[in-house]
């Protein structure tokens, strides 16, 4: 994992296409705006976990990959 320090109004830039920049600290909660390219799915952590929990298959079909080996993989980890 690669770990960065930004300040306020700072950005990092992932690949071509993708900034994700600090727009807001307050107290221990940071606020960051993310810009992506529209085919690029942007979750929080913890709603990606409910996703791929809830439904397996739904997130293998997102994520371009139809193949069952995908599904079953998700449902045994």
């Known amino acids: 994992?690669?770990?960065?320090?930004?300040?306020?109004?700072?950005?990092?830039?992932?690949?071509?296409?993708?900034?994700?920049?600090?727009?807001?600290?307050?107290?221990?909660?940071?606020?960051?705006?993310?810009?992506?390219?529209a085919d690029v799915v942007v979750h929080r952590g913890e709603v990606q976990q409910r996703i791929e929990r809830n439904s397996p298959k739904q997130v293998c079909n997102s994520a371009g990959t139809s193949s069952d080996a995908c599904c079953q993989e998700m449902l045994l980890a």
């Open 1 to 37: 994992m690669l770990v960065l320090s930004r300040k306020k109004n700072e950005s990092i830039v992932i690949g071509d296409n993708i900034v994700v920049k600090v727009v807001e600290i307050h107290g221990n909660r940071v606020r960051l705006g993310i810009e992506a390219p």
